[in-house]
């Protein structure tokens, strides 16, 4: 009996990362597509509402499997902010020196 509660244990602790991984994914490519806050607040509530609809469900694997094929939905031209890493204005007036 401990031996199927410990792999219980660590099937749901998976899933648990799994899931979290997949959110916070899914969160980012949102912020990608709705760049004004307004929009992405209202994306980011859909998105939250759908995940908590579903956090009950018993063919949990199954869901996550699905949801990990976010990639057909990435942007290809992701939102960068302009001062980081990759943005227009990333090293622009550098330093004298």
Not at 2 to 12: D, M, P, Q
Not at 38 to 49: C, G, T, V
Request: aromatic share 12%; glycine share 6%.
């Amino acid at each position: 009996m401990g031996v199927s509660t410990t792999a219980y244990l660590v099937r749901k602790a998976t899933q648990k990362e799994r899931v979290q991984i997949l959110y916070s994914q899914a969160i980012k490519g949102t912020l990608n597509w709705a760049v004004h806050c307004h929009l992405f607040y209202q994306d980011a509530s859909k998105l939250r509402e759908k995940f908590n609809t579903n956090k009950h469900v018993d063919v949990i694997d199954r869901m996550i499997a699905e949801g990990e094929q976010y990639n057909k939905w990435r942007r290809l031209d992701p939102y960068i902010v302009l001062w980081a890493l990759g943005g227009s204005k990333f090293t622009r007036n550098t330093a004298p020196f």
